[in-house]
Protein backbone atom coordinates (compact mmCIF):
# COMPACT_ATOMS: atom_id res chain seq x y z
CA UNK A 1 0.00 0.00 0.00
CA UNK A 2 1.25 3.76 -1.13
CA UNK A 3 1.68 4.95 2.82
CA UNK A 4 -0.20 8.80 2.57
CA UNK A 5 -3.57 9.95 3.38
CA UNK A 6 -5.06 9.99 0.34
CA UNK A 7 -4.33 6.99 -0.84
CA UNK A 8 -5.14 5.20 2.51
CA UNK A 9 -8.47 6.84 1.91
CA UNK A 10 -8.71 5.54 -1.45
CA UNK A 11 -7.89 2.15 -0.43
CA UNK A 12 -10.81 1.55 2.57
CA UNK A 13 -13.10 2.45 -0.24
CA UNK A 14 -12.29 0.08 -1.98
CA UNK A 15 -11.52 -2.55 -0.29
CA UNK A 16 -13.67 -1.77 2.89
CA UNK A 17 -16.47 -3.20 1.40
CA UNK A 18 -14.69 -6.59 0.06
CA UNK A 19 -13.56 -7.17 3.83
CA UNK A 20 -16.69 -6.70 5.05
CA UNK A 21 -18.22 -9.54 2.40
CA UNK A 22 -15.50 -11.38 3.28
CA UNK A 23 -16.46 -11.71 7.12
CA UNK A 24 -20.17 -11.84 6.22
CA UNK A 25 -19.14 -14.99 4.03
CA UNK A 26 -16.85 -16.28 6.46
CA UNK A 27 -19.85 -16.49 9.43
CA UNK A 28 -22.67 -17.38 6.83
CA UNK A 29 -20.55 -20.29 5.69
CA UNK A 30 -19.64 -21.19 9.68
CA UNK A 31 -23.43 -20.69 11.01
CA UNK A 32 -24.79 -23.22 8.23
CA UNK A 33 -22.13 -25.79 8.74
CA UNK A 34 -23.00 -26.02 12.04
CA UNK A 35 -26.36 -26.00 11.74
CA UNK A 36 -26.45 -28.73 8.91
CA UNK A 37 -24.34 -30.57 10.87
CA UNK A 38 -27.29 -31.31 13.66
CA UNK A 39 -29.22 -32.58 10.72
CA UNK A 40 -28.73 -36.34 10.80
CA UNK A 41 -27.95 -38.43 7.19
CA UNK A 42 -27.97 -41.86 6.47
CA UNK A 43 -24.54 -42.28 5.19
CA UNK A 44 -21.17 -40.53 6.42
CA UNK A 45 -19.29 -38.26 4.27
CA UNK A 46 -16.72 -41.03 3.37
CA UNK A 47 -19.40 -43.53 2.55
CA UNK A 48 -21.65 -40.81 0.26
CA UNK A 49 -18.36 -39.80 -1.15
CA UNK A 50 -17.41 -43.84 -2.12
CA UNK A 51 -21.18 -44.41 -3.45
CA UNK A 52 -20.61 -41.08 -5.93
CA UNK A 53 -17.49 -41.89 -6.85
CA UNK A 54 -18.23 -45.87 -7.70
CA UNK A 55 -21.35 -44.60 -9.64
CA UNK A 56 -19.39 -42.66 -12.14
CA UNK A 57 -16.79 -45.31 -12.30
CA UNK A 58 -14.25 -43.89 -10.35
CA UNK A 59 -13.75 -47.35 -8.28
CA UNK A 60 -10.02 -46.98 -7.81
CA UNK A 61 -9.99 -43.04 -6.20
CA UNK A 62 -9.02 -43.18 -2.90
CA UNK A 63 -10.84 -41.11 0.08
CA UNK A 64 -8.20 -40.13 2.73
CA UNK A 65 -8.79 -38.51 6.11
CA UNK A 66 -7.38 -35.33 6.38
CA UNK A 67 -6.29 -33.65 9.80
CA UNK A 68 -7.50 -30.22 10.48
CA UNK A 69 -10.78 -28.25 10.20
CA UNK A 70 -12.53 -27.87 6.62
CA UNK A 71 -9.69 -29.47 4.74
CA UNK A 72 -11.82 -30.93 2.54
CA UNK A 73 -10.02 -31.26 -1.24
CA UNK A 74 -9.76 -33.15 -3.76
CA UNK A 75 -6.06 -33.62 -5.40
CA UNK A 76 -5.78 -33.75 -9.06
CA UNK A 77 -2.22 -34.55 -8.85
CA UNK A 78 -2.56 -37.59 -6.79
CA UNK A 79 -6.23 -38.23 -7.47
CA UNK A 80 -7.27 -38.51 -4.22
CA UNK A 81 -10.57 -37.00 -2.49
CA UNK A 82 -9.54 -35.66 0.93
CA UNK A 83 -11.83 -35.06 3.56
CA UNK A 84 -11.59 -33.88 7.51
CA UNK A 85 -12.42 -35.38 9.94
CA UNK A 86 -15.53 -34.65 10.61
CA UNK A 87 -17.15 -34.47 7.13
CA UNK A 88 -15.28 -37.81 6.44
CA UNK A 89 -16.75 -39.92 9.80
CA UNK A 90 -19.75 -37.45 10.30
CA UNK A 91 -23.31 -38.49 9.30
CA UNK A 92 -24.83 -34.96 8.71
CA UNK A 93 -25.99 -33.27 6.16
CA UNK A 94 -23.02 -30.68 6.27
CA UNK A 95 -20.73 -34.08 5.82
CA UNK A 96 -22.61 -35.60 2.72
CA UNK A 97 -23.23 -32.43 1.49
CA UNK A 98 -19.06 -31.19 1.26
CA UNK A 99 -17.62 -34.43 0.55
CA UNK A 100 -19.87 -34.52 -2.59
CA UNK A 101 -18.90 -30.74 -3.89
CA UNK A 102 -15.26 -32.50 -3.85
CA UNK A 103 -16.43 -35.67 -5.45
CA UNK A 104 -18.08 -32.91 -7.80
CA UNK A 105 -13.95 -31.93 -8.59
CA UNK A 106 -13.05 -35.71 -8.86
CA UNK A 107 -15.48 -36.15 -11.96
CA UNK A 108 -15.09 -33.02 -13.64
CA UNK A 109 -11.60 -34.06 -13.76
CA UNK A 110 -12.52 -37.56 -14.48
CA UNK A 111 -14.96 -35.94 -17.57
CA UNK A 112 -11.90 -33.08 -18.51
CA UNK A 113 -14.32 -30.11 -17.97
CA UNK A 114 -13.05 -27.44 -19.28
CA UNK A 115 -12.55 -25.09 -16.90
CA UNK A 116 -10.91 -26.90 -14.27
CA UNK A 117 -8.31 -27.72 -16.62
CA UNK A 118 -7.48 -24.19 -17.16
CA UNK A 119 -8.01 -23.96 -13.34
CA UNK A 120 -5.32 -26.29 -12.65
CA UNK A 121 -2.81 -25.29 -15.70
CA UNK A 122 -2.55 -21.30 -14.55
CA UNK A 123 -2.45 -22.44 -10.01
CA UNK A 124 1.59 -21.83 -10.62
CA UNK A 125 1.03 -18.71 -12.33
CA UNK A 126 -1.65 -17.36 -9.71
CA UNK A 127 0.51 -18.40 -6.83
CA UNK A 128 3.68 -16.71 -8.01
CA UNK A 129 1.69 -13.38 -9.50
CA UNK A 130 0.10 -13.15 -5.47
CA UNK A 131 3.35 -13.85 -4.07
CA UNK A 132 5.16 -11.34 -6.57
CA UNK A 133 2.37 -8.77 -6.27
CA UNK A 134 2.82 -8.46 -2.65
CA UNK A 135 6.76 -7.63 -2.53
CA UNK A 136 6.70 -5.29 -5.12
CA UNK A 137 4.25 -3.28 -4.17
CA UNK A 138 5.76 -3.01 -0.81
CA UNK A 139 9.11 -2.11 -2.81
CA UNK A 140 6.73 0.55 -4.96
CA UNK A 141 5.60 2.33 -1.60
CA UNK A 142 9.35 3.11 -0.43
CA UNK A 143 10.52 3.89 -3.51
CA UNK A 144 7.49 6.25 -3.88
CA UNK A 145 8.49 7.34 0.01
CA UNK A 146 11.84 8.32 -1.56
CA UNK A 147 10.86 10.33 -4.52
CA UNK A 148 11.88 7.72 -7.14
CA UNK A 149 8.65 7.68 -8.86
CA UNK A 150 10.18 6.15 -12.59
CA UNK A 151 11.35 3.08 -10.22
CA UNK A 152 8.09 2.77 -8.26
CA UNK A 153 6.12 2.88 -11.23
CA UNK A 154 7.96 0.43 -12.60
CA UNK A 155 7.66 -2.05 -9.33
CA UNK A 156 4.44 -0.85 -9.34
CA UNK A 157 3.10 -2.33 -12.84
CA UNK A 158 4.62 -5.39 -11.76
CA UNK A 159 2.49 -5.90 -8.91
CA UNK A 160 -0.73 -4.77 -11.16
CA UNK A 161 0.51 -7.90 -13.72
CA UNK A 162 0.75 -10.21 -10.65
CA UNK A 163 -2.63 -9.39 -9.01
CA UNK A 164 -3.99 -9.32 -12.34
CA UNK A 165 -2.91 -13.08 -12.89
CA UNK A 166 -4.90 -13.97 -8.74
CA UNK A 167 -7.85 -12.15 -10.31
CA UNK A 168 -7.80 -14.31 -13.69
CA UNK A 169 -7.00 -17.32 -12.12
CA UNK A 170 -10.19 -16.58 -8.87
CA UNK A 171 -12.51 -15.81 -12.39
CA UNK A 172 -12.09 -18.95 -13.55
CA UNK A 173 -12.37 -20.65 -10.42
CA UNK A 174 -15.65 -19.41 -9.48
CA UNK A 175 -17.70 -21.67 -12.39
CA UNK A 176 -15.53 -24.69 -11.25
CA UNK A 177 -16.65 -24.37 -7.55
CA UNK A 178 -19.91 -23.82 -8.83
CA UNK A 179 -20.40 -26.78 -11.29
CA UNK A 180 -19.35 -29.12 -8.39
CA UNK A 181 -21.94 -27.52 -6.31
CA UNK A 182 -24.15 -28.57 -9.01
CA UNK A 183 -22.46 -31.78 -9.67
CA UNK A 184 -23.10 -32.54 -6.01
CA UNK A 185 -26.72 -32.13 -5.57
CA UNK A 186 -27.78 -34.19 -8.65
CA UNK A 187 -25.35 -36.84 -7.49
CA UNK A 188 -26.43 -37.33 -4.01
CA UNK A 189 -30.24 -37.38 -5.40
CA UNK A 190 -29.59 -39.16 -7.91
CA UNK A 191 -28.04 -41.92 -5.95
CA UNK A 192 -30.22 -41.72 -3.27
CA UNK A 193 -27.85 -40.31 -0.41
CA UNK A 194 -30.60 -37.81 0.23
CA UNK A 195 -34.13 -36.80 -0.54
CA UNK A 196 -35.78 -33.95 -2.49
CA UNK A 197 -36.91 -32.79 0.76
CA UNK A 198 -33.51 -32.42 2.15
CA UNK A 199 -32.12 -31.19 -0.79
CA UNK A 200 -32.11 -27.80 0.77
CA UNK A 201 -30.17 -28.99 3.87
CA UNK A 202 -27.36 -29.15 1.84
CA UNK A 203 -27.96 -26.50 -0.62
CA UNK A 204 -27.64 -24.19 2.46
CA UNK A 205 -23.66 -25.22 3.11
CA UNK A 206 -23.14 -25.51 -0.17
CA UNK A 207 -24.38 -21.84 -1.18
CA UNK A 208 -22.95 -20.41 1.96
CA UNK A 209 -19.35 -22.07 0.81
CA UNK A 210 -19.74 -20.54 -2.57
CA UNK A 211 -20.04 -17.33 -1.54
CA UNK A 212 -16.37 -17.22 0.41
CA UNK A 213 -15.15 -17.88 -3.06
CA UNK A 214 -17.09 -15.08 -4.55
CA UNK A 215 -15.93 -12.88 -1.19
CA UNK A 216 -12.21 -13.43 -2.42
CA UNK A 217 -13.03 -13.19 -6.16
CA UNK A 218 -14.56 -9.47 -5.33
CA UNK A 219 -11.25 -8.45 -2.95
CA UNK A 220 -8.82 -9.60 -5.02
CA UNK A 221 -10.48 -7.12 -8.33
CA UNK A 222 -10.63 -4.65 -5.23
CA UNK A 223 -7.24 -4.86 -4.98
CA UNK A 224 -6.04 -5.03 -8.76
CA UNK A 225 -8.72 -1.71 -9.33
CA UNK A 226 -6.35 -0.04 -6.55
CA UNK A 227 -2.59 -0.74 -7.51
CA UNK A 228 -3.94 0.48 -11.24
CA UNK A 229 -5.39 3.35 -9.83
CA UNK A 230 -1.97 4.12 -7.37
CA UNK A 231 0.25 2.98 -10.77
CA UNK A 232 -1.72 5.32 -13.07
CA UNK A 233 -0.80 8.20 -10.54
CA UNK A 234 2.32 7.44 -9.75
CA UNK A 235 3.15 7.41 -13.84
CA UNK A 236 1.54 10.92 -14.08
CA UNK A 237 4.02 12.16 -11.55
CA UNK A 238 7.09 10.68 -13.38
CA UNK A 239 5.97 12.39 -16.45
Request: aromatic share 10%; net charge neutral.
Amino acid sequence: MIFNAGSMMMYLVLIGPAILLGMLAHFWVQSAYRKMSQVPARLSGHDAARRILDANGLYDMPIEPSPGVMSDHYDPTEKVVRLSQDVYYGHSMSAVGIAAHEVGHAIQDARGYAPLVIRNIAVPAANFGGSMASFVVTIGAFLMIGGMFKFASWALLAGVIGFSLVVAFQLVNLPVEFNASSRAKDQLLANGIISNSELPYVSSVLTAAAMTYVAGTFSSIMNLVYYAMQYAMVSDREN
